[in-house]
């Protein structure tokens, strides 16, 4: 194809079924006419264009069915419009719907299309214009349902405007499509290797930075929908560089401070290290090779800025033949970052992928083929029998290709080989790394000092203090403010302004005096068993995502000797991946940054189901339970007051079954504003497990941050997940950490003990402790860190009446009120004897964080 003709295909792909399809199944395509003449398409074009990808992408979505005309659902016959949460099973129905005919769907719908600026655009611009805006334009000016247009009346559980997309990346892969999984990294040391809370947010961003350029790179090359994770619209960093392309967009539509771009939201690191891309087979390798390009090229021009901004800043010293060799290791310590890995995988027909996945477990399956979705969606098949309707196709094995691609990417990720770290002569280490060589050469303590004076000196500058650096340190330290800034970028950093009191003390030096709050938290969220999620092994039962109608039917007629039509599942598709992503965006972009900031926070990163910020060490366990809150987009009733408070103050929650959350902070009509309709996050199915470790202001920032990712690991070995783990480190050295699951009573009761108007709050459990201490303190090899391992009724009984003295005796309450405070937590902490939410230790442990963190904030 001619690189118009390939545009033009695409955008016939993407039209091929008008949004407002589900209005009037009878005659939609006669729809399309006023769309394509908008576009410019023409009706030969359109027939031009090779349909097997709306075939393709038809059976990668949906069920095989009969008939249509039997099974779909008229939404002015038969009520009203229901959207089936992919990923939580519940159901949005707008409180509102237009009525009539089909008219008004349509008539939404091309206003909105004919609202969007096509002026001098060429056909890869009318392609990012319409992908971009339509929808965004029609559901924020118009309805809310205008975002849930289903594909399938049958199955609504995906939208029109997903399978659109889909139909419109195969048709870009020519009928030769294959699965690109790109990554960078290293991650997590790269980002906890801070000093600063500017180390933290520029390591998080930087990777960020780059792995939107690869992104950026794809998807200028093959269309925005090639990528299926992560959710491209309305992500910044990625509105921003397509804008760079002259007449993408219309001009200044992403302008910096002008347009749609807020810097508040595109200073936030919020995509994932990673990327999956639906690329031509043929072309595989070369997109590959884009994408690996596009990381090297700008992580190099970031090198070279900060390289060039220090010559500049030591040009005297320089040009006097001072510290020649002090960037000796530059460019050994840069070549070695980032680490880029990536797998294609071009699909075989399904009849071939099915038959490796039956008789060569390839990829290998968890509980075999015989338990597979995509096995049952087979039998299923044979019952229905072979149609239009329900024909295996090339889309048909969407979920063993995603399984291949992501088992050989691990394969190959594991079977690497690095070289050898080298150096020639001992030298001194980067404090912050302690691998690579300082800068700075023969005369290193000189240049420091110069080097300190020229960044505004070495008590308020870039690099206060007497710690030294390598090439990555240094350039995560002043990256932002030389590249960025060379960009034209008016701002290049968050502002840090909502934890000053915070800041100021972690970004001390050791001869400085702190002020402010003694202790800080660090918070890191991470979503439980993403990789399922992603694989497909979370998929729904089949009967959530079908209509009533189709439901029955599958009852009904579903036949086999074991399974009940109950127990099969959703088969992994490309709308579940596109809704799996959107419902992560959505959290990241418009959830977790309000809630941080709600609790007088600082948002380091938000990439999907991933989290890090810091806090006052007293809202910390609150913003963890408002983050899973939003994150499923449901507040059970468990849920503090206070919590519920904050959320409603944030968000509207449509349906009480979660899974939908809609923003109420700067958000409305206007383009510039956040979401005005409901948003699709992950729902009450999903879960996170948080790690929050509580720091004193002295401590190294490295040693927090490790020590919230150790509380984040312990919180996902609680027995089923979703929990949070809680580790206070007091600089006596003293320590106390106890995880515990969200649905158990002990987040609640932590919420309720912050609460409570009790008289010397706080103080009745130092007593306490000092009578419980001698009760569960056990020297034998079969204790507990020195603890009873395991309760007794005898010790719990033990425990309740002692917590009952201190109460009465401390507290200043009643018996009967002593007696009924006492019974009621000791049951929230502990609970069935037989699986308790906390064991002996970690019931003292939680009375030690408690009675510490309630003393912060007397």
């Not at 801070?194 to 792995?211: A, E, H």
Request: negative net charge; contains cysteine; glycine residues 6%.
């Amino acid at each position: 194809m001619t690189d118009s003709n390939f545009w033009i295909q695409k955008l016939a792909a993407f039209l091929h079924d008008p949004p407002s399809k589900a209005f009037g199944i009878a005659g939609h395509e006669d729809a399309r006419g006023p769309l394509l003449r908008h576009l410019g398409i023409t009706e030969e074009e359109m027939k031009a264009w090779n349909r097997e990808s709306d075939w393709w992408a038809s059976a990668a979505d949906r069920y095989p069915f009969p008939d249509a005309q039997k099974l779909y659902v008229d939404w002015k016959l038969d009520g009203r419009l229901q959207f089936h949460h992919p990923l939580a099973g519940t159901r949005f129905t707008p409180s509102d719907q237009p009525r009539g005919n089909s008219a008004v769907g349509e008539a939404w719908l091309e206003s909105a299309l004919h609202g969007l600026n096509f002026e001098n655009a060429d056909e890869r611009a009318k392609y990012f214009r319409l992908w971009r805006f339509w929808a965004e334009r029609a559901t924020r000016e118009k309805h809310d349902l205008m975002a849930y247009l289903v594909a399938d009346t049958r199955l609504p559980d995906h939208t029109l405007w997903q399978h659109n997309a889909v139909a419109s990346a195969l048709t870009a892969t020519n009928s030769q499509p294959a699965f690109l999984l790109f990554q960078i990294g290293p991650v997590q040391d790269f980002i906890a290797q801070s000093r600063k809370m500017q180390d933290l947010w520029s390591g998080s961003y930087l990777l960020s930075f780059m792995i939107s350029k690869a992104i950026a790179a794809v998807a200028l090359k093959l269309g925005p929908d090639a990528i299926i994770y992560p959710s491209l619209k309305g992500s910044p960093l990625l509105d921003w560089w397509w804008s760079q392309e002259k007449g993408l967009f219309p001009e200044g539509t992403f302008q910096m401070g002008k347009g749609r771009l807020h810097p508040d939201e595109l200073l936030i690191p919020s995509l994932p290290n990673r990327f999956l891309a639906l690329v031509p087979a043929n072309q595989a390798e070369e997109i590959q090779e884009i994408a690996a390009k596009a990381v090297k090229d700008v992580w190099m021009k970031i090198c070279d800025a900060v390289h060039a901004d220090i010559c500049d800043k030591l040009q005297d010293v320089l040009a006097a033949d001072q510290f020649t060799d002090w960037d000796k290791d530059w460019q050994k310590q840069v070549s070695r970052f980032p680490v880029t890995d990536s797998q294609i995988h071009v699909w075989t027909d399904s009849k071939t992928a099915i038959e490796w996945a039956k008789d060569k477990n390839t990829p290998p399956i968890a509980g075999g083929w015989e338990t597979h979705p995509l096995n049952y969606a087979e039998h299923w098949r044979q019952i229905v029998g072979n149609s239009k309707h329900s024909s295996l196709t090339q889309g048909s094995a969407w979920a063993l290709h995603y399984a291949l691609v992501d088992w050989k990417f691990a394969a190959t990720k594991n079977a690497r080989s690095f070289e050898a770290w080298k150096s020639k002569t001992p030298s001194e280490k980067d404090n912050l790394n302690g691998r690579d060589e300082i800068l700075g050469g023969e005369n290193a303590a000189d240049f420091w000092k110069a080097l300190r004076a020229a960044y505004r000196g070495e008590r308020s500058g870039d690099f206060k203090g007497s710690q030294r650096y390598g090439a990555l340190s240094v350039i995560k330290r002043l990256w932002a403010k030389t590249y960025l800034k060379q960009l034209g970028w008016n701002a290049f950093a968050p502002p840090f302004e909502s934890v000053q009191d915070i800041a100021r003390a972690i970004d001390s030096d050791e001869d400085e005096i702190a002020t402010g709050p003694e202790y800080y938290a660090v918070l890191c969220m991470d979503g439980d068993d993403m990789g399922q999620w992603l694989s497909g092994a979370k998929t729904l039962p089949m009967e959530t995502a079908l209509s009533d109608k189709a439901a029955t039917y599958f009852r009904q007629h579903w036949k086999h000797p074991t399974v009940k039509s109950s127990e099969v599942r959703r088969v992994l598709s490309p709308s579940y991946h596109a809704a799996l992503s959107e419902a992560l965006n959505h959290f990241s972009l418009y959830a977790a940054g309000p809630i941080v900031e709600h609790f007088r926070g600082q948002l380091f990163y938000a990439g999907g189901d991933d989290v890090l910020a810091i806090l006052p060490a007293s809202e910390a366990v609150s913003c963890a339970e408002a983050l899973k809150c939003a994150f499923q987009g449901f507040i059970s009733e468990e849920t503090s007051p206070r919590i519920k408070k904050s959320l409603n103050s944030l968000f509207d929650f449509p349906t009480k079954e979660g899974g939908f959350l809609t923003c109420k902070t700067h958000a409305g009509t206007h383009e510039k504003l956040r979401p005005n309709w409901p948003l699709i996050v992950m729902g009450p199915t999903a879960s996170v497990s948080v790690g929050i470790a509580v720091g004193h202001t002295r401590s190294p920032m490295q040693e927090v941050i490790q020590a919230a990712r150790e509380a984040e690991s312990g919180a996902k070995k609680v027995p089923n997940k979703g929990a949070i783990c809680l580790r206070v480190m007091k600089r006596s050295g003293e320590s106390a950490e106890f995880a515990a699951s969200f649905t158990s009573g002990v987040p609640a009761l932590w919420q309720e003990l912050d609460a409570a108007d009790l008289e010397a709050s706080g103080r009745f459990v130092y007593r306490y402790l000092e009578l419980l201490k001698p009760l569960f303190a056990r020297s034998d090899k079969h204790s507990d860190q020195g603890w009873e391992p395991k309760w007794t009724q005898e010790l719990l009984d033990f425990s309740e009446a002692e917590l009952r003295h201190v109460l009465k005796n401390q507290a200043n309450l009643d018996s009967e009120t002593a007696a009924s405070y006492a019974h009621r937590w000791i049951h929230l902490l502990v609970g069935d004897l037989s699986k308790p939410s906390l064991s002996p230790r970690a019931f003292l442990h939680f009375w030690m964080a408690w009675s510490f963190m309630k003393r912060l904030t007397a």
